[in-house]
């Protein structure tokens, strides 16, 4: 089947099988591979791109779902070699140990900052956060990326 | 990975001419029960008729008493919606229960409702807002509409467009959600109208159900009964005894929040 899509502002014309995930063609067609498969249970979040500009979980979305889109995953954040606010926030606030979740969680951090701006509170972003699971740090650093990534961002 | 045939027709008559094709097809809406299921291999369908292409499906209207939404309608479109948040702010918080933000972007309310996972949250309110549910063919009631586990009125091929809920004088809908899969394990939606109350119950039995006996008690001004464990689900997540207590506790936090 052929599809189209904007990944991190180029232009894919590909030739994948019908019922490819998103996820797949990120990473097996166009070796995007920063966008990880935790759960492929859509638990996780590591997974999570931006499809025109929110937020979505790639292993649940079909290719062609997708197609004419634009997405953006988290190789496509940084500019000219410069971190991208909200991953310098994580790496300045350490809200990271092993990384696996890493990309997925920036990915919701943008969301998050895209839905609440650059004051949103610690709750609500505990609460926005229910989609994305990190097995090592306990969140405490990943929240306080985030506040710290959408304030930046502004 | 997937093995289907995908198809993304433009229009309704195109979609349900694919499905007529015979074979084991299934509509795709947001995908976000479906794609699971396909993955975990409960559901194995030859084919997938994508309907997110076809025009016209998302929108949201305050018409009269009725507050229209496309069956494409994303769940954080409906929760983030004006008119949802002003006629029917009961909807807009349930819809904001449900998954997570990134299932929010992606499921869609007609998903929700032609797949009446008995956990689902939509089916209570459309069972407690005494919602029409349109399709290509016609219409349903909502109480003729949901006919059990994953069971509803719709004919093989029936495509929802477009579902009016009514709006009431009053609403409020608490849930206890299970910590890890966000869906009910009870939740109970209470529609204030001139006309009486409604109240729908979900997560607690094979499917959303009316609890006809509150509604009297309501409407009496009496003590509400407790609901008979009888005919509620038990299984690892909780026995029926828990669930029918629930479903009381559920009750009173809606009562209490009723606006």
């Known amino acids: 089947m052929q599809i189209s899509l904007n990944v991190n502002g180029v232009r894919h014309d590909l030739d ?8 797949e063609v990120l990473r097996d067609h166009l070796h995007l591979t920063g966008t990880h498969i935790g759960c492929d249970t859509s638990q996780c979040g590591a997974c999570n791109v931006l499809m025109d500009g929110k937020a979505a979980k790639s292993c649940t979305v079909l290719a062609g779902q997708a197609d004419g889109s634009e997405v953006i995953t988290i190789e496509g954040l940084a500019r000219d070699g410069a971190l991208h606010p ?9 809200g990271l140990q092993c990384g696996f979740c890493t990309p997925g969680m920036v990915i919701a951090g943008l969301e998050i900052a895209r839905r609440h701006g650059p004051d949103v509170d610690e709750a609500t972003i505990r609460h926005d956060l229910e989609g994305n699971l990190c097995r090592c740090t306990g969140y405490a650093n990943i929240v306080k990326a985030i506040k710290a990534g959408a304030e930046a961002m502004a | 990975m997937i093995d289907a045939a995908y198809h993304r027709p433009a229009s309704l008559a195109e979609a349900a001419a694919l499905a007529a094709r015979g074979g084991d097809v299934a509509y795709l809406a947001g995908g976000h029960t479906l794609i699971p299921a396909m993955k975990s291999r409960l559901r194995a369908p030859d084919a997938l008729v994508d309907l997110s292409a076809i025009a016209g499906l998302d929108g949201i209207a305050l018409e009269g008493d009725r507050l229209r939404i496309g069956a494409m309608a994303r769940h954080a479109a409906v929760a983030d919606g004006e008119d949802v948040k002003r006629a029917i702010p009961a909807l807009a918080k349930l819809v904001s229960l449900i998954g997570d933000p990134q299932v929010r972007n992606r499921g869609t309310l007609g998903g929700s409702v032609a797949n009446n996972d008995p956990a689902a949250d939509y089916p209570a309110a459309v069972l407690a807002l005494d919602a029409v549910i349109e399709t290509d063919r016609g219409s349903h009631a909502a109480d003729d509409f949901f006919q059990g586990m994953f069971a509803t009125a719709l004919a093989d091929g029936e495509i929802i467009t477009r579902i009016g809920f009514r709006v009431p004088d009053a609403a409020a809908y608490a849930k206890f959600a299970h910590p890890a899969s966000r869906y009910a394990l009870v939740g ?6 001139a006309d009486g109350v409604r109240v729908a119950v979900t997560g607690a039995g094979p499917g959303t159900f009316r609890w006809t006996a509150a509604e009297a008690a309501i409407a009496g001004g009496g003590v509400v009964p407790a609901l008979a464990p009888d005919d509620l689900n038990s299984d690892i997540h909780a026995s029926a005894e828990y669930r029918a207590h629930l479903a009381g506790v559920m009750l009173a936090r809606a009562l209490g929040d009723l606006k």
Request: hydrophobic content about 65%; charged content about 15%.
């Open chain 2, 188 to 193: 109970v939606f209470v529609a204030r109208f």
């Open chain 1, 16 to 23: 994948v099988p019908p019922a490819s995930l998103l996820v």
């Open chain 1, 86 to 94: 909200m991953q310098a926030a994580f790496k300045d606030a350490h």
